[in-house]
């Protein structure tokens, strides 16, 4: 029967499957049935082709119906299309698969034997041999779903907080999760999971990859795997190794579970590129069914992929064939599935032109005024490998991004790197130089310290270099430069000084954090002590490596009930919370909205900002400058609060300024990260301990006159602090 053009994929209706794929080169397409044993059962041509749309109704068939496509048309690698019809495809819009993708070399369209007979062009000589058997199977999905009365949390940017998280990694190990969740969607909806991710006050789990991924096939050789995802291949199906049977129904559960505990669900997803690789890889899905509409090809020689994300191809977010797939598998996660917005990798490589970055490409514009994606948190990775892919503020409105200059700064400032306080203010302080030019706002910047790419906490305080031998590389991937300290000894040590500067560095790197304007963004796992034992590169280690090591969590307590004070605070105090960016003006009252000062109680100068030996600094954020609350017309009460930094290897005396008495919240040189309770006196001297920093609030009351300074003595600017 000739069915519809749209939807496109397989669509049941009670009394059988509309099935719609698009294809502007391909001569047919052949919609291929499988059994539960994955035997072929049917070949059915489409019979009809509308506006490039290939489509057929199939009366009988139901939910659960295994599927694979085959496309028929040229062979011509040289001119793009590479048309193999012994290859089974996976439907790109598939709601489901029937297993993980693992490589294989059947799975090469071409003849990999023919190398040697043939010379150095392999891809060129098609391979007849058939590859349904090295396939998994699309299926068929009924999208209905108690969803019990959802509704997604709508936290407000200025009150979220990210935890980046596994699926697998978080609970495989976890000893109060069923045996049969552990490292599955189902096992991130368990009470015990909900209960920690509720005591350190997160409100937004990002989640590492879950549209279907492949192992690909060096990996599978080397019997390792895409422990991290980033390698998809169908757009709309969660990943079939997290579900004990049914990843649609699974998947849907878990979200219903942690929006019930007003936890935002974050997927990160990757749309730049495909496990298809370059010229040299498998053909598994869009390559085999249209890859000229799909990927960008060389204009010299369109038989090579473009490559700006160092996967071997692009896929071309300027083609409408890959445009509308992008969109529709970005609003079925949002309407079917109950996501509650996006963090997209390498998020550079979506936005270019045909070449250059172009922050009013028709990838933002689309998503700009989509009326469902408009309204759901959207986070780039704001950087490729292609040419100016570096793009930390250049993204347009309506967007954060994962601010790597924060982390850099961060990182650099609190391990002693000279010269970097001026950079250190203006992160702490939003990051108005990136942010502020477009009319952004602070909460554009994603704080981060540590993420899944790279050292975790306890690694990025206990190693110097990195130690990825696990990954069967010689050590060669991952990043070289981490900025990173080992505090003098090189991995793991019983040496109890060093491991209480360790300790005492990862609150310095967790408080500040979670005291800079922004966002913050917690790696999982760093509340617990996580270790990678030096791997920055986990990517391929579904292992003891990468998983949370739950049955050693109880020794890292302590951290964790430090981040659930940090956030508890941050809470607490709008002034942490602030959306707009500081200006170092004096209101009427004389109080500025942020004023630094040295350790000798005075407002810092020009000449201090360009000591770049100094290492300790103070802020005070004053609380009558909050602002209003999402829905209020008042502004939010609160304290002001008073920063102390000293990233020094000696201790450092602070007079506190102002007026009254400031209550301590916050103190990293305590082992347990300082009681509540404290009370100095401003004009007291407070020695913070070599490498710590204090933070402290004061209930808000009308300030003295504002006292005039020299103009060369503000070493302040409009936003940013600094010379």
């Known amino acids: 029967m000739p069915g519809q053009p749209w939807p496109l994929g397989a669509t049941p209706d009670g009394g059988g499957v509309n099935f719609a794929v698009y294809s502007s080169a391909a001569e047919g397409i052949d919609l291929c049935l499988f059994d539960g044993r994955g035997r072929e059962t049917a070949r059915?041509?489409?019979?009809?082709?509308?506006?490039?749309?290939?489509?057929?109704?199939?009366?009988?068939?139901?939910?659960?119906?295994?599927?694979?496509?085959?496309?028929?048309?040229?062979?011509?690698?040289?001119?793009?299309?590479?048309?193999?019809?012994?290859?089974?495809?996976?439907?790109?819009?598939?709601?489901?698969?029937?297993?993980?993708?693992?490589?294989?070399?059947?799975?090469?369209?071409?003849?990999?034997?023919?190398?040697?007979?043939?010379?150095?062009?392999?891809?060129?000589?098609?391979?007849?041999?058939?590859?349904?058997?090295?396939?998994?199977?699309?299926?068929?999905?009924?999208?209905?779903?108690?969803?019990?009365?959802?509704?997604?949390?709508?936290?407000?940017?200025?009150?979220?907080?990210?935890?980046?998280?596994?699926?697998?990694?978080?609970?495989?190990?976890?000893?109060?999760?069923?045996?049969?969740?552990?490292?599955?969607?189902?096992?991130?909806?368990?009470?015990?999971?909900?209960?920690?991710?509720?005591?350190?006050?997160?409100?937004?789990?990002?989640?590492?990859?879950?549209?279907?991924?492949?192992?690909?096939?060096r990996l599978v050789h080397m019997g390792l795997a895409n422990y991290w995802g980033y390698n998809s291949i169908a757009f709309f199906a969660p990943e079939p190794r997290y579900a004990q049977h049914d990843a649609v129904r699974e998947f849907k559960t878990m979200v219903r579970a942690l929006h019930a505990e007003g936890i935002e669900v974050i997927l990160d997803v990757v749309y730049n590129h495909t496990a298809e690789g370059n010229h040299l890889g498998p053909t598994l899905s869009l390559k085999g069914l249209d890859c000229a509409a799909y990927y960008r090809l060389s204009d010299e020689d369109r038989r090579f992929f473009v490559d700006f994300t160092g996967t071997g191809n692009t896929v071309n977010s300027n083609s409408p064939a890959a445009l509308r797939l992008i969109m529709e598998s970005l609003r079925y996660w949002v309407t079917e599935m109950h996501v509650d917005g996006f963090r997209f990798d390498l998020a550079t490589t979506l936005g270019r032109g045909e070449r250059d970055f172009d922050r009013y490409s028709s990838f933002f514009a689309i998503l700009g005024q989509d009326p469902v994606l408009s309204r759901v948190k959207l986070i780039a990775e704001p950087w490729d490998v292609g040419d100016g892919g570096y793009q930390v503020g250049g993204f347009p409105t309506g967007w954060a991004e994962w601010n790597g200059r924060y982390r850099d700064c961060v990182r650099d400032f609190w391990r002693g790197e000279p010269g970097t306080l001026p950079e250190f203010a203006r992160r702490l302080t939003g990051s108005s130089d990136c942010y502020d030019h477009s009319g952004r706002l602070a909460t554009a910047s994603v704080n981060l310290v540590t993420v899944h790419d790279g050292f975790t906490l306890r690694d990025l305080v206990s190693y110097n270099d990195k130690h990825n031998g696990a990954n069967g590389e010689d050590n060669r991937d991952g990043e070289s430069h981490n900025r990173s300290w080992n505090c003098g000894v090189e991995g793991e040590t019983d040496d109890a000084e060093v491991n209480a500067l360790r300790r005492r560095q990862m609150r310095n790197l967790l408080a500040t954090l979670y005291v800079s304007l922004g966002v913050p963004l917690l790696l999982g796992g760093d509340e617990i002590g996580r270790t990678q034992r030096g791997n920055n590169n986990g990517y391929c280690q579904d292992s003891d490596i990468s998983w949370y090591d739950w049955a050693q969590a109880g020794e890292w307590d302590g951290q964790a009930q430090f981040v659930a004070r940090l956030a508890q605070l941050r809470r607490e105090q709008p002034t942490l919370r602030r959306t707009r960016f500081f200006t170092g003006q004096a209101d009427e009252a004389g109080r500025k909205d942020i004023a630094w000062y040295a350790p000798e109680g005075r407002e810092m100068n020009e000449g201090d900002w360009a000591d770049g030996e100094r290492r300790a600094i103070a802020a005070?954020?004053?609380?009558?400058?909050?602002?209003?609350?999402?829905?209020?017309?008042?502004?939010?009460?609160?304290?002001?609060?008073?920063?102390?930094?000293?990233?020094?290897?000696?201790?450092?005396?602070?007079?506190?300024?102002?007026?009254?008495?400031?209550?301590?919240?916050?103190?990293?040189?305590?082992?347990?990260?300082?009681?509540?309770?404290?009370?100095?006196?401003?004009?007291?001297?407070?020695?913070?301990?070599?490498?710590?920093?204090?933070?402290?609030?004061?209930?808000?009351?009308?300030?003295?006159?504002?006292?005039?300074?020299?103009?060369?003595?503000?070493?302040?600017?409009?936003?940013?602090?600094?010379?």
């Open 44 to 217: 059915l041509a489409l019979p009809c082709r509308t506006d490039l749309v290939w489509h057929g109704y199939v009366p009988g068939l139901k939910p659960g119906q295994r599927y694979g496509l085959r496309a028929r048309g040229p062979w011509q690698p040289a001119d793009g299309p590479r048309f193999n019809p012994a290859r089974l495809l996976i439907d790109p819009w598939a709601r489901a698969l029937d297993r993980p993708v693992r490589g294989h070399t059947r799975q090469l369209a071409y003849d990999s034997r023919a190398k040697a007979a043939k010379g150095p062009d392999p891809d060129l000589v098609i391979d007849p041999r058939d590859s349904a058997t090295q396939m998994p199977k699309s299926l068929v999905v009924d999208d209905a779903f108690d969803w019990g009365g959802d509704a997604p949390p709508h936290t407000p940017w200025r009150d979220t907080v990210f935890y980046e998280v596994h699926v697998k990694g978080f609970t495989h190990t976890h000893p109060d999760v069923p045996e049969e969740s552990r490292g599955r969607y189902l096992g991130l909806a368990a009470p015990a999971v909900l209960a920690h991710l509720k005591r350190l006050g997160v409100t937004a789990v990002e989640l590492l990859p879950v549209q279907a991924f492949v192992d690909d096939d």
């Open 620 to 723: 005070v954020l004053s609380g009558a400058h909050t602002e209003p609350c999402d829905g209020q017309l008042e502004p939010e009460s609160g304290d002001s609060v008073l920063l102390l930094f000293n990233a020094h290897h000696e201790p450092a005396d602070f007079t506190l300024p102002g007026e009254g008495a400031w209550t301590s919240r916050i103190d990293t040189g305590a082992d347990d990260g300082g009681s509540d309770g404290e009370s100095v006196a401003a004009g007291s001297v407070l020695t913070l301990m070599p490498r710590s920093m204090r933070v402290m609030t004061q209930p808000i009351a009308p300030g003295p006159a504002a006292q005039p300074q020299e103009e060369s003595d503000r070493g302040d600017d409009t936003h940013a602090p600094g010379p």
